[in-house]
């Protein structure tokens, strides 16, 4: 691989790693969110006595579903972003050290 080739694929790297962080740091967020926690019905010998809120059981909000969707989506942002700077990084240090190596 001639250094020109290396260079190339370091900036193209690196853009590419640019506009995936931009991407991720532009994924919005909730700023606040409700959390209701439903038990299973309680139940006794004469049958379900009803549901109540206790501090054990499953959490939902739609707030909560949606900050755990963008933090997904920023992570995988995230991920393809330190790919291609790692590929950036390699390409430009191939690229510095291929004519000491070549020649």
């Keep these: 691989m001639t250094a020109n080739f290396l260079e190339i694929i370091s900036a193209i790297s690196a853009v590419l790693a640019a506009i995936l ?4 740091s532009l994924v919005r967020t909730p ?3 409700m959390v209701q926690v439903i038990s299973a019905p309680l139940f006794e010998a004469k049958g379900a006595i009803g549901t ?9 909000s739609r707030e909560l579903e949606l900050l755990g969707s963008a933090l ?3 992570s995988r942002f995230n991920a ?3 790919v291609f700077a790692a590929i950036a990084a390699a390409s430009h240090a191939a690229a510095v050290l291929a004519p000491h190596v070549v020649n």
Excluded: K, L, N, P
């Design 31 to 33: 700023r606040d969110f």
């Design 80 to 82: 393809g972003a330190a």
């Design 21 to 24: 962080w931009i991407a991720s």
């Design 72 to 74: 997904i989506r920023q």
């Design 52 to 60: 109540s809120v206790v501090s054990e059981g499953y959490g939902t």
